[in-house]
Each structure stands twice: as C-alpha cells, then as structure tokens.
C-alpha cells in the first residue's frame, strides 16, 4: 500500500487505488497544508521562469479574448441519482476541506472536426453540461466562486483527413451547454496552449526530466511517428519534433501531446483563473485507443515532476452517457467512500 502524505492525512479508501495510488494524488488528497505547498511551488516556478517566459500571460490573455455571453434564459438544473449527487457532494466536500475559494470547471471538451448535431456526441455533452453545472451550483451554494470554461482541440488534424477541419457548430455547441444551466464564461483554444507547452517542456528540460527516444525504423508505426520527448517518469510522451505542420522552409514544427497542451491549460487555471481545477470528461469515448482517465495521469504527472509536488488542486468528474448514468469522482472510474474522521 502506497504511503499516506506526510500530514497524515487519510480521506479516502485506499484499496480501489491502482499501484501508483498516492503518487498520483489529486485534490481529493489536499489538505490546507499542502495546498500552500502547492502554491509555493507554482510561485516559484513562475518567478524563476520569469512568467514561462512571458507565455503564462500571454495564454492567459488569450483565453480571455474568447468571452462568451451569459444566457439569460433560467434553466431548472437536472436531478440526478444518488449515486451520482454523492460523487458532487465528495467534490464539495474536498474543496472545502482543501480551504479552496475558487474552483475553475471545465466540461464539454471537442474536437474543432466534431459534429455536435451527431446523436452520440450530442448526449455525451448533454450529459457533462448538465452535471458541471449541478457541481457548480453545489459550489456556489459552499460559498465557493466558481468559473466555467469550454476547451476546444483546434490543434490535432482530424484523423480521416489528416486535416484541420473546421466542423464545429460553435453556436450549437455552446447552446447546448446553456440548455441544461451551463454558463461557460470564455473558450480555451487548444493551440493557444502550445507556446505555453513549449516553454513548460524547456523548463523539464532544464530539470533533467526528458529523455528523447529514436523511433524503431524497423516498426512502420514509430518510423512514421518520428522521434519523442518523453518524461523519464513514465516515459509520457511530450512533444514529437518530426510530425506536425512545416513551415515556409519545409521543416516540420513538431507536435505537443494532448497531456502536455492539458498541463498548459492547467497553470493557466491554476495561476490566474482559479485556484481548484474540476475537469469533467466522459468515461467512454469513441476511440477505442483513447482514454481521458489515462489523458489526465499523465497530464498531473507532467506538472507534479515540474512543480516538484505531489499533491495537485485537481479532480476529475467522469460522466456517464446521459445524466441518469453512473459518474464518479477522482482519477479512477470508481467511487470511494471516505473513511470517518478519527
């Protein structure tokens, strides 16, 4: 069994935890003592990168370029299973246990190729819309200032074209979000995340935490994947040099991974939207290949290596196909109960 922090400090069943258990903990785990850990490690990291840069501000000041307005149509909010108000009231209970004043919620997350008018997808963002914003009216009943966002992937080509189709139905995408009391404040582009991300991945760099590994050219999937940054943690693909668009020169940019363009996003959260993350993404997707539970390891393994840290403001609300389908809490498809106070 995985050791427990530091403070002692027990708040779930350990047994459901995959091997890493701890060492991959999240604000399920938070105390008030190592989020000021946490904060002391981003602030040092910003000040000794000198804001990443300046690319911190600048992403930051992009996404609030991307404003959406409030609906004012007033929406009964869904009611959900028990199980399902269980998992909000344990988001509730570990922000507030946390000490944390503001939380910044982001669901519905797409692919600027996605058809939002597809039955499948439209249910699924049905259903992360309409349970985001039951937790974050769970919140602000807490006295907790929450602020909802969209993230949408303009980055990644679309994998039968090879291309960067433009489908989205941006206003029925966001109508759908409203329909159910979402009320997302501004859009997080995804290519807007990748100076950020190079900036990030110098700094690992810089730490002595990536590796880089040469493709097998014997293995048609890696010769054309090209090398990989990886972190030596895991061996969590960072950054490919050889893939991604060329420029004027016909040389390629290379291309960021989704977890390294997630952990981006996250210290803009973090550093100026809000001081708790609740991502909430769906259990299944239709790549078979694809999981946002592995996606979001990953993503909190990149910054807890960085930040030299543990234990991050972060959670994971996982929903099921429609709203009367089971969800859960953390970075596990399972519900945990907490164990009582002693």
Known sequence: MPELPEDGIDPVDL??????????????????????????????????????????????RTLEEHPLPASARRVELPELPPENMRAVERIVAAVRYAGLQSIVIEAGHVYNYHDVHMPTLEAALHSQF??????????????????????????????????????????????????????????????????????????LQQQGQVYER??????????????????????????????????????????????MLDAALTLIKVAHLGEGVINVLPRRTDDLDFSYNSQQRKTRRILRKHLHTQVLP?????????????????????????????
């Open 15 to 60: 047994e459901d935890f995959e091997p890493e258990g701890l060492l991959d903990g999240d604000l399920d785990h938070m105390s008030r003592r190592t989020r000021t850990v946490f904060f002391e490690q981003l602030e040092r990291s910003i000040a000794e990168t000198q804001g990443y840069g300046g690319a911190l501000l600048i992403a930051a």
């Open 130 to 203: 309409a349970q985001a914003a039951v937790v974050t009216n769970a919140l602000r009943e807490s006295g907790i200032s929450v602020k909802e966002i969209l993230f949408i992937d303009d980055y990644n080509p679309n994998p039968e074209t090879g291309k960067l189709d433009e489908i989205l139905d941006l206003e029925a995408y966001v109508e759908l979000a409203h329909a159910v009391g979402y009320q997302p404040e501004n859009i997080a582009y995804e290519s807007d995340m990748a100076p950020l991300a190079e900036q990030l991945l110098m700094r």
């Open 214 to 259: 040469e493709p097998d050219l014997k293995n048609e999937r890696e010769a054309k994947r090209g090398r990989q940054l990886l972190l030596r943690s895991r061996r969590i693909e960072l950054f490919r040099p050889d893939d991604g668009p060329s420029d004027a020169l016909g040389r390629r940019q290379g291309m960021y991974s989704c977890a």
């Open 314 to 342: 972060m959670m994971n609300f996982f929903t099921g196909d429609s709203p009367s389908d089971r969800s859960s809490v953390g970075h596990h498809h399972t519900i945990r109960p907490r164990r009582p106070q002693r």
